[in-house]
């Protein structure tokens, strides 16, 4: 293949309209890998719970409005419906579900292959796109081994009335946190916030220049090859009317910091123990990406540094959904420029020095992966 999407989310979704739409690299010469059952990326996988209405920047996929959905409606429903009908709207070549193990290469100036549960692809150019919802973050606190109540993260929530008449430690100072306790607090559960600094609540207007000071900040971090820090840390916690009635009730108003864990609960850093039934770790994701460890991408410290979507280290990779473009607005540029940067390193020569001279690469045990995708 010419490139290799891997992810059918918002940033994967978005390259393959614009390869597509481009025309550029034929639709036999590129694919989609995703590894889901359906569509929907990991909205497909939210609690049922989160509803249209109450999630935050579900943007628009280029060349197909997603209208005005019912807000009470899932938004897991909502996305997954409006992501099939983009794929089959645009005829986007999805192949699912394709598990990628590991992206390698033999050479600097060979094809990638892309190693999956169902063949091995070879490719001139990565596209990735695969997010963070695989790689939940579960900080370790001395401890946490102990504690004999249910341990659960963000990514295994369904529903907060299974606590009714418990109390819950919730950790993290995210929006998900923040939505969980208004949550559990209406469903009759006792609840305490942990945060390790105090809650970043801000009344600043989320608008275009908020949102380009968030991707500079993150861009910052990236370029340095640092990993990107959680999205509150760069964004804040929208002070709405909501949020506002939370804080006032008590329900929004942090502890302070986690010590440690115990078989019955938890230590605060100021001393206090409080007995919990559950502990809800809204600790975030960190970037799903180690499929590409074969091509040693990661910098000194700790992150992959890049320009935009290209990596540096690897120019025949591009990120998408990662950094500034973890977004669903940022995605959906990232998806974008990443298909124009495939189509210029294409254009440039990247097919010869990447063949050797032996002509467009082609899709190993191509029977199985095309019979992927039904």
Known sequence: MEVVVVGAGQAGLSAAHHLRRRGLVPEE??????????PGGAWRHRWPSLT??????????PGLPLGAPDPAEPASAVVSRYYGEYERRFQLPVHRPVAVRRVETESDDGPLEVVTDTGTWRTQLVINGTGTWDR????????RESFRGRQ???HDFRSASVFRGRHVVVVGGGTSAVQFLLQLAEAGAGTTWVTRRPPQFTDREFDPDWGRDVERRVGERTRAGLPPASVVSATGLPLTAQYRAGIEAGILVSAGPLRAVTPEGVVLADGRDVRADAILWATGFRPALDHLAPLGLREPGGGIRTDGVRVLREPRVLLVGYGASASTLGATRAGRAAAREAVRLLSTGMRQRADGGRGRGTALAAPQATAAGG
């Open 152 to 154: 659960l993260h963000t």
């Open 52 to 61: 249209f209405g109450g999630a935050h920047g579900i943007h628009d996929l």
């Open 29 to 38: 010469d590129f694919v989609v890998l995703d590894a889901n059952p359906g």
């Open 136 to 143: 939940p973050y579960w900080p370790y606190y001395p401890g």
